[in-house]
């Protein structure tokens, strides 16, 4: 046993005060009285009747000594030794899954049962595991930091990197030594940290994606367990409008239609039967409005018209770099080789193997090859080459492009950059579209899409509908509201998001997206990735912290001697 | 002390006494003895020598033969008033009604036509002169005056040696704070012929004390001192012994003939205590 607060031990001195108090108070009053007599046989008789008078006589200065000592010791907070000691990294698996049937909880339970045993000296840091691993305590020696860090946590709709976290756990390690690691999972297993499994295998059934199309409902519907009946329901605009019952087999994803009012703007599926995991119980659908943008290409390149024409939301204006900024409402300006002598005012820009600097992205000197093309690292990068292969993509010459966002790298150049300056969107292709052989591969469209997402923030591949705690790709100046009702500050509930944003010619426009449970957290049949074999013992050995019991006694002789001191009066 | 106009209320009353007086001198108590009072009491035949003035020629003249009539005797009674004037008695009034007891008990039986002897007990023993007449009325309340309590009284050594008549009344005033207790003291009394009575002074205090906590107690008489926690248990066990007090005091005297009466120091004298007196069949 331990004191985890040893300072408390100053309230030993209680104990002087009080027996100083009673040496004082022995200082008794003095009253004559006729005779003693009396006092005499009362004594004697109460001594006969009771042996302990004479204990009793001091009870009430024994009781409390025993009570300043039960204070004292509850100061001192005293717990058995046990749980976690030293340093310890503690990470908590904040996937989807863990919702299901109080995972989380038991998780919390149990780390909180072995930090009860915390002694001064140890230090508790806790980590979080979702979409990236995150670090929600550092290094604490206060228990009761740990314990509101822990009883703060909740589980989110998305995934969970748990190996992000143990990595950065084991960067830790490297700097602390005889670090252990715990980590609190459903899933997770590991040979390189200690993991405590928690929940039971469970039953659940999904669903999967949903799309609405000419006043129908698509859904796909997964069960994740033994052959079950479910019953979906179908809402439009908030009211009821269809449902139909499906039986699944065991292990089986089977898809459902429904029907739909043709102008619903929103759709919700859900399972009426209640499981293991409700989040994945219900699917969102979000109409979006099609806008109708003017874009204006001025140079002749088949290839930026065949991939632009792709857009069915787009109107494509063939002019030339000169005559282009006299037209009017134009949202966006693609300009193959020369730019005009002065930029348009306004719109973005799509700017291919420019002749000079396009806002703040700047053109270097023709160059050859010497690598591969690949991705840039940027988040912005990331999500612009989304689904690109880039594979045996051929280049003759280029331009090494500096400043922005580089989307595609080729050695340390940037090939192609996007920019958001001067209040407007810019994206540059460092090379001549007919001096690569790109336009003629898949990636080319889908390229061209992405860009056009960026350069047209409401076209569909601007606000895709994903998975919760994806990254928010919209305008610095967009405001996001959540299913919710509350301004977005990240992306974890599932449902329905706003988004208002203001395009070239400062006209507001809204759209919609949804963004849903990660589907791959649904299926609740393993815990402990499997490892069973894990050794619990090493974990069973929890610390406890035995101040609320202290506390008890204390309450309890409080009582005793308040009982006593009644009597006494 | 009983003031003058109190006393003269008590002129209609008497100090009971239950046995006719015997060997007193003459007084207005009738008793055994006969005498020269008006009271008839019976014939006998004239023998030389008798008092020719009390024959009676009546019946002379019926049987021819001289018979002398006697008459009751009435002779004087001998009341010893006993006061405890030891230190215990000077708490909260207890001396004070101890006094105005004994002046009206004294008055009382002065006015009877009794003799009067008050004995004060406490380290010693103090007995007045022997009052009797209206002089008496005036010595006794001059000796019950100047009287202070002090000193330690033990009941059973002291009361033996008061010195008594032969026959008489005993009335003894006490709190029966004595620690060698109250029995011999009375039992002696009756042994030596008296009439015994005791009037059981006690202060409100004494009935029920109030302590709070932890005192230290001074015993008035002997200056010990002892010091207790007074709780709820204690002050249980102190009601205990004061009624075990009480009442074997009670009993004792109802057993023995002798009247017992309880006053309270807060009592009012003229009107309760003489009611109580009454009562108890001391007075009538």
């Known amino acids: 046993m331990h004191f985890l607060f040893p300072a408390g031990a100053w309230g030993f001195v209680s104990l002087g005060v009080i027996t100083a108090l009673y040496l004082l108070k022995r200082r008794s009053e003095t009253v004559r009285v006729p005779s003693l007599l009396l006092w005499q046989r009362a004594l004697a008789e109460q001594q006969a009747m009771k042996p302990f008078q004479k204990l009793k006589k001091n009870i009430l200065y024994f009781l409390q000594m025993a009570l300043a000592i039960l204070l004292t010791l509850a100061l001192m907070r005293p717990a058995i030794s046990g749980g976690v000691q030293g340093e310890t990294v503690m990470i908590f698996d904040l996937s989807a899954s863990m919702q299901a049937e109080g995972?989380?909880?038991?998780?919390?339970?149990?780390?909180?049962?072995?930090?009860?045993?915390?002694?001064?000296?140890?230090?508790?840091?806790?980590?979080?595991?979702?979409?990236?691993?995150?670090?929600?305590?550092?290094?604490s020696g206060d228990l009761s930091r740990v314990r509101s860090v822990i009883h703060g946590l909740t589980a989110r709709n998305g995934g969970a990197d748990l190996d992000a976290a143990l990595s950065l756990a084991q960067a830790m390690g490297r700097d602390i030594e005889g670090l252990n690691i715990l980590a609190f999972s459903d899933t997770f297993a590991s040979d390189s940290a200690q993991v405590i499994p928690v929940g039971t295998p469970q039953s659940n059934r999904a669903l999967l994606s949903l799309s609405v199309q000419n006043g129908q409902a698509f859904v796909r519907v997964a069960n994740y367990g033994d052959a079950a009946t479910v019953t979906l329901e179908c809402e439009a605009d908030g009211a009821l409008c269809d449902a139909v019952t499906v039986a699944l087999e065991a292990d089986e994803v089977r898809s459902a239609l429904l029907s739909v009012p043709e102008n619903a703007q929103t759709?919700?599926?859900?399972?009426?039967?209640?499981?293991?995991?409700?989040?994945?119980?219900?699917?969102?659908?979000?109409?979006?409005?099609?806008?109708?943008?003017?874009a204006a290409l001025c140079g002749d390149n088949v290839f930026l018209e065949k991939a632009l024409s792709l857009r069915d939301d787009l109107t494509l204006l063939r002019t030339t770099a000169a005559e282009a900024a006299s037209l009017e409402n134009i949202d966006l300006y693609i300009f193959d080789g020369t730019l005009p002598e002065s930029l348009p005012a306004q719109g973005t820009l799509l700017c291919v193997a420019p002749d000079r600097q396009v806002l703040d992205i700047g053109i270097g000197d023709k160059t050859e090859p010497a690598s591969a093309i690949r991705a840039g690292l940027s988040g912005r990068a990331q999500s612009l080459t989304a689904h690109l292969l880039l594979e045996d993509i051929a280049l003759r010459a280029y331009t090494p492009l500096t400043g922005g966002d580089a989307v595609l790298r080729i050695g340390g150049d940037s090939l192609i950059a996007v920019t958001e300056a001067e209040n407007r969107r810019a994206a540059v292709i460092g090379f001549d579209l007919h001096d690569s052989n790109l336009p003629m591969k898949g990636d080319f469209p889908i390229l061209m899409q992405n860009l056009l997402g960026f350069l047209l923030p409401d076209a569909r591949q601007s606000f895709p509908d994903g998975v919760c705690g994806d990254s928010l790709n919209v305008p610095a100046d967009a405001q996001v509201v959540t299913p919710s009702g509350r301004l977005a500050a990240d992306s974890w509930e599932q449902g329905v998001y706003t988004v208002r944003y203001r395009v070239a010619d400062g006209a507001e426009r809204v759209a919609r997206f949804t963004l849903h449970m990660d589907p791959g957290e649904s299926d609740l049949r393993q815990i402990g990735g499997g490892a069973s074999e894990i050794d619990l013992n090493t974990v069973r050995d929890a610390g406890r912290e035995l101040t609320p019991w202290v506390l008890l006694a204390f309450l309890a002789l409080a009582l005793v001697e308040w009982e006593v001191s009644r009597r006494v009066a | 002390m009983l003031n003058e106009a109190f006393l003269q209320k008590l002129d209609a009353l008497r100090l009971a006494f239950r046995a006719p007086a015997q060997g007193?001198?003459?007084?207005?108590?009738?008793?055994?003895?006969?005498?020269?009072?008006?009271?008839?009491?019976?014939?006998?035949?004239?023998?030389?020598?008798?008092?020719?003035?009390?024959?009676?020629?009546?019946?002379?003249?019926?049987?021819?033969?001289?018979?002398?009539?006697?008459?009751?005797?009435?002779?004087?009674?001998?009341?010893?008033?006993?006061?405890?004037?030891?230190?215990?008695?000077?708490?909260?009034?207890?001396?004070?009604?101890?006094?105005?007891?004994?002046?009206?008990?004294?008055?009382?039986?002065?006015?009877?036509?009794?003799?009067?002897?008050?004995?004060?007990?406490?380290?010693?023993?103090?007995p007045s002169p022997a009052l009797s007449g209206r002089t008496g009325m005036l010595k006794a309340a001059e000796f019950l005056r100047e009287l202070q309590p002090a000193g330690e009284l033990k009941l059973c050594q002291a009361v033996p040696r008061v010195p008594l008549a032969n026959r008489g009344m005993a009335i003894l005033i006490t709190d029966l704070m004595s620690p060698d207790g109250y029995e011999k003291a009375l039992q002696s009394l009756q042994y030596r012929r008296q009439e015994a009575s005791l009037l059981h002074v006690l202060s409100p205090w004494e009935m029920e004390p109030r302590l709070e906590g932890m005192v230290r107690l001074r015993d008035s008489e002997t200056g010990e001192e002892r010091e207790l926690t007074a709780s709820v248990d204690l002050l249980a066990a102190y009601q205990k012994a004061l009624h075990a007090l009480l009442h074997g005091a009670e009993g004792f005297c109802r057993s023995r003939g002798m009247q017992y009466l309880r006053l309270l120091s807060d009592v009012d004298v003229e009107k309760e205590a003489l009611r109580a007196l009454a009562a108890a069949g001391l007075i009538g």
Not at chain 2, 34 to 49: C, I, K
Not at chain 2, 51 to 74: G, P, Q, S
Not at chain 2, 79 to 107: C, P, T
């Open chain 1, 103 to 139: 995972r989380l909880e038991q998780a919390k339970e149990r780390a909180l049962n072995l930090i009860d045993g915390m002694k001064a000296g140890d230090r508790v840091t806790v980590l979080t595991a979702s979409r990236e691993a995150e670090i929600a305590l550092s290094r």
């Open chain 1, 267 to 294: 759709v919700r599926v859900h399972i009426q039967e209640a499981d293991a995991l409700l989040t994945d119980n219900e699917r969102w659908y979000a109409a979006r409005e099609k806008g109708t943008y003017r």
């Open chain 2, 24 to 126: 007193g001198a003459g007084g207005l108590r009738r008793s055994r003895a006969l005498g020269t009072s008006v009271e008839f009491s019976d014939f006998r035949e004239y023998a030389p020598g008798d008092d020719l003035r009390r024959i009676d020629w009546n019946a002379y003249a019926r049987f021819d033969r001289l018979f002398l009539k006697l008459f009751m005797e009435e002779q004087e009674t001998h009341v010893h008033i006993l006061l405890d004037a030891s230190a215990s008695m000077a708490a909260d009034g207890k001396f004070e009604l101890a006094q105005n007891l004994a002046q009206m008990l004294a008055y009382l039986a002065l006015r009877g036509g009794d003799r009067v002897t008050i004995a004060t007990l406490n380290g010693e023993i103090r």
